[in-house]
């Protein structure tokens, strides 16, 4: 059973930092690429960074591009996203997301579907 289990949201204010953790189980991680999107209700998703399996390819969508940096330990099975200068805007939940390397798309407008998602952690910027 595929499960991603996000932690790390919480309330900050503009300008500071937070770092969410994934762990993700039930699947072979070596064929997946792991990401993160957020979601602001009324708003569809937005795919906001994934990285492969080695980390050789990373993605940023441009509204976090230069303030956020993923990174992945595939020995503890962990995907994290750290988030720095954050601003009201990037208040959103969270998801952990894991795609089929074959399934990843990168389209001229964001992060295609992924395959699994977790259940989401809130982030809140506001001073």
Sequence with gaps: QVQLVESGGGLVQPGDSLRLTCVASGFELEYFALGWFRQVPGKEREGISCVSYSE?????????????????????????????DL?????????????AN?????????????DYYGQGTQVSVSS
Excluded: H, W
């Design 56 to 84: 050789s390819s990373v993605y940023y969508a441009d509204s976090v591009k230069g303030r956020f940096f993923i990174s992945r330990d595939n020995a503890k099975n962990t995907v994290y996203l750290q988030m720095n």
């Design 87 to 99: 601003k009201p805007e990037d208040t959103a939940t969270y998801f952990c997301a894991a795609v």
């Design 102 to 114: 074959l399934n990843l798309e990168i389209r001229p407008g964001g992060l295609g579907p992924f």
